[in-house]
């Protein structure tokens, strides 16, 4: 065998190789690759529509949490408005009498400065009473 002769055996099988008709293409899908296709086009329209679906699903439920942001904001503006009126109708009641205005109100804890430099956010801590303590 003639080495010339051995390797245009081998270039002439490595060429039919690359074609749909050769004898490797063949032995591997032996009815062709349609149903390979079929299959995978049909794998990637499920996924599609998958992510469609998740896509419409994201959406509803950003859009009800819109509607419920704005439900609350439209409640806490309803809230502050009736608290004010109350405020003004309880200081007209009782005029210049912090005593009898202070019971309506909510109590609201001293702030004190916080050790990053920020605001007074953090409550102050409760006092501390030796009364009854011997």
């Known amino acids: 065998m003639e080495f ?18 050769g004898p490797a293409y063949k032995a591997l899908f032996p009815d062709g690759l349609d149903k390979v ?31 419920a942001r704005a439900a609350e904001s439209g409640a806490r503006e309803h809230f502050v408005k009736a608290y004010d009126s109350n405020i003004g109708a309880i200081r007209q009641l009782f005029p210049r009498d912090r005593t009898q205005q202070n019971p ?12 990053s430099g920020g605001g007074g956010n953090t409550p102050a801590p409760p006092a501390s009473t030796s009364e009854g303590k011997s």
């Open 104 to 115: 309506y109100f909510d109590e609201t804890p001293p702030s004190r400065a916080s050790s």
């Open 37 to 67: 296709k079929a299959q995978a086009r049909s794998n990637f329209d499920k996924a599609i529509a998958d992510f469609k679906s998740a896509i419409d699903s994201r959406q509803a439920a950003d859009t009800k949490l819109s509607q």
């Open 4 to 21: 010339g002769a051995e390797s245009s055996d081998s270039a002439a099988l490595c060429a039919d190789n690359n074609t749909s008709a």
